[in-house]
């Protein structure tokens, strides 16, 4: 007989009890019986079976850093599935932690408005030699330096190996060990607070990788309704899914309250599929608003989707799922065609600079026409969401990492382009996001790698990773992403950043970002785009004391621009291709020729016009 304890009011996972003592719950309705199986002594303690298919067990005596597993009626032991800490990997014991012991220092802390930041995505296990969190802490200063507000870090849930993305993690609540556990990265969080800068991680809720996952062992977490790129999918909406929904809820605040994070970027929603009447984003969001109230600072949440569907931004007043903001791939696949001439793949929908100036005005471009890429038409109107709402990059993990070769802008461009792929994204009016490296022009690939230790699971990977690359006709010969060296050549070298042209990069991003800053060009009350050619473009901001305008040049030759808007006193604040940032030009005009406005290959001009009283008035 179940007993009458509300399994509403425990905590999934493990619990620290104010008499010192260990609550253990976990659902498991496959299963009439579950029993606590202490590694360290051997015990073996009968779980009380509670409503829902959950069983809990509350045991003293029991000391932070203690392992064990669930012992199933088959007898099979099995780690938990919200172990916080997998210190001998997904397959070994789970372990007891803490995490409201860990002494914070970050009490003034009370979070930074989305609207105002700039982001800068980063792999732990690439980013420093050392690959852990702890590493990342020294370079904090740096990045604050250069003007970043937030990093955002690529997933850390438990994943086979040592080698991984991290979207093949099996364990959502256990940080990687390798990086350094729960409590590596709690010091990272910390030491970023410290610093001023917000802290975003990204989760995924989509699917969890193939190796290590023991969740079906327990219930119905997945699903075969439906079907992603990547595993099983998850299961949102079907029988057994209000368990499961509470699962990764309760994964999403857990990150909140106990890692002190700031945002969460939810991976690839379109990968979610929930037909219920209350989709399981919009559960989460008002979670978050709730959480948020109770704690008093902001906590975002940030959705990666190429449905370009405003439902995801929209309010519930409008049918929507309130979400603060969505990453826009139309933004990067029109700069990166522009740049590149690419044209295979989801590159074909892209290439001319409408693509370019509609995204700009509105967020993204395909919003009901038609796709040649998919065949259909694609996406609605995002009309009425404000610029903020939209994250943009002109690198990421996504579009570095899924090329056959990881090769990034750098190897693809000149010096010139870089600059104006830099303008283009920290003048645009969304939220521009850095690729760890880009801002001194990293020449290492960031390629695809797993540590993955079933080799029938390994053999498959490398055979999707080379099937996947059809479409593009990429040539490249498709690294093993098994192989160490896979992982070596993608790690970043910092010391690129003291000499040129990685330095002269650097100040560049530095001072688009403190002109982006200077401006408030999030703040504008208005912003404007138009096309000048077939590759050139205008855009403007409209602010309460000054007006500013970029002029873009995204052609391989010179060009002379008729740029009538600019009348009355502006000021040149930069020219990209000006010799001070080791371009091909002495220096910019002090104030624009309107009918004599030329530009180098691949440059931009950005101009401000101060107001007068009479015109602030």
Known sequence: MPSQVSVNDIRVGTTRLPDGSWQFLVWAPNHRSVSLHLSDTNDVVPMESLARGYHRAIVRDL??????????????????????????????PSQLVDTDGF?????????????????????????????????????????VELGITTIEIMPVAQFPGSRNWGYDGTYPFAPQNSYGGPEGLQRLIDAAHCHGLAVALDVVYN?????????????????????????QAVNFDGPGSDEVRRFFRENAMYWFEEFHLDALRLDAVHGMFDFSAHHFLAEVKVAASELSQKIGRPFHLIAESDLNDSRLLDDSSRGGYGLDAQWSDDFHHSVHTLLTKENRGYYQDFGDISALVSTLEDGWYYHGQYSAFRQRRHGNSPHGITPSRFVVSNQNHDQVGNRAGGDRLTGLVAFEALKLAAGITLLSPFIPLVFMGEEYGEPAPFQYFTSHGDPALAEAVRRGRRQEFASFAWQDSVPDPQDEKTFHRSR??????????????????QQLIRMRSKFSLSAATAHAAHELGERQLFLSYENSSSNIAA??????????????????????SMYSASRCWSGPEPGPPTSPAVHELRLSPFSFFVFQKELSTREVQ
């Open 551 to 572: 002029v873009f040049n995204f052609a391989e030759f010179p060009v002379t621009l008729d740029i009538p808007a600019l009348t009355g006193n502006w000021t040149t």
């Open 492 to 509: 970043l070298n910092h010391s690129l950043k003291s000499k040129d042209p990685g330095r002269t990069l650097f100040r560049f991003y």
């Open 207 to 231: 699917h969890l990788g193939p190796e290590g996952n023991y969740l079906n062992t327990y219930g119905p977490y997945f699903t075969d309704r439906y079907r992603t790129l990547w595993g």
């Open 103 to 143: 002494r914070w220092t970050d009490q003034s802390w009370k979070g930074r408005a989305l609207q105002s930041s700039v982001f800068y995505e980063l792999h732990v296990g690439v980013y420093t030699p050392e690959g852990t969190f702890d590493a990342v802490i020294p370079y904090l200063s740096e990045l």
């Open 63 to 92: 000391r932070s850093g203690a392992r064990y597993f669930y012992r199933l009626d088959h007898g099979r032991d099995v780690p938990d599935p919200a172990s916080r800490f997998q210190p001998e990997g997904v397959h070994g």
